[in-house]
C-alpha cells in the first residue's frame, strides 16, 4: 500500500520520500520505479521519466521526514503499532504539517489519543491497488480541525481520485460494508452454496461490482481481512464474527495473491 500511495502522489507532482524498515528498502524501491516505468510506457504520467525518479527517494531514516507538509503512515494494520509509530513520527513534524493513517477500520479518535497535534490528524484511506482504484475515504476524526478535511479532499481530487468523507466509526464505511459482504461470501463457501467463482460470478455479473468479495479478499489479504473482522467483531458484535474457514485458511498461510493462493491460484507478486 505504501508504495501505491508513493506512486499516486508522484504522478501527481508531489516530491516523495518513503520511509522503509532496512531489509525492506530496495524491494519497495524497485517496486515503485517499476509502476513509474509503467505509468510512463502508459501515458498517463504528466511528467518525464527522469523528473519522476528524481522526485523519490526511499530511506530508513525516519528523520528525513521531518521537511514533509504531509506523512501518511501504512504500516500493518496492528494497532500496537500504529499507536508506537504514529507518536514518534509527529515529533519529527513541523507544526502545521498533516499526518494521516491510511488506517482500513482502527478507530483515528483511539489513535489520536497519543498524538500532541490531533487537529492535524485524520484517516486517508486508499485501497488496494491504489494506482486503479478511484476511491479515498476521508476520515474525520472529533479532533480534527474541519479545514483539514476540506483541505484532504482537495488533496485526493489533485490525485484523480474521488474523497468519500465519513466520521470515525468502527470500520469506516468501505470497510464495514466491504467485510460484510466478504464473510457472508466465506460462510457461503464454508457452507457448500456454491464455489469461489461462481459467487464472485453472482457479485459480477448480477450487481456489476468489478470484483468479487473472494477475489478481492485474496487481493486484500486473508490475514488483513481476518484483523479486520476481528476488530468489527469486538466493536459491533456477532454479524462480524470471523468464519472458521477465514481463520484455518490464514492458518495455513492461505493468505491471497501475496502467497500464491487463497480463494484463487495466482502468480505470486514477487515472482517473475
Partial sequence: MGGGIAHAFLLAGSDVVVVDQPDALETAEAGIRRAIATSVERGTALRSRSDLDAGLRVTADRTALGDRDLVVEAIPEI????????????????????????????????????????????????????????????????????????????????????????????????????????LEAIRMLED???SAEDIDAAMVLGYKHATGPLRTTDVVGLDVRLGIAEYLHEKLGERFAPPALLREMVAAGKLGRKTGEGFFVWDRPDQP
Fill in 192 to 194: 457448500g452454496v456454491a
Fill in 79 to 182: 494497532p500496537e503499532l500504529k499507536a508506537a509509530t504514529l507518536p514518534a513520527v509527529e515529533e519529527l513534524l513541523g507544526p502545521d504539517a498533516v499526518l494521516a493513517s491510511n488506517t482500513s477500520s482502527l478507530s483515528i479518535d483511539d489513535l489520536a489519543t497519543r498524538l500532541t497535534r490531533p487537529a492535524r490528524f485524520l484517516g486517508l484511506h486508499f485501497f488496494n491497488p491504489v494506482p486503479v482504484s478511484t476511491l479515498v475515504e476521508v476520515v474525520a476524526g472529533a479532533a480534527t480541525d474541519p479545514a483539514l478535511v476540506a483541505t484532504a479532499g482537495e488533496w485526493v481530487r489533485a490525485l484523480g481520485k474521488t474523497p468519500v468523507t465519513v466520521r470515525d466509526a468502527p470500520g469506516f464505511a468501505s470497510s464495514r460494508l466491504g467485510v460484510a459482504l466478504a
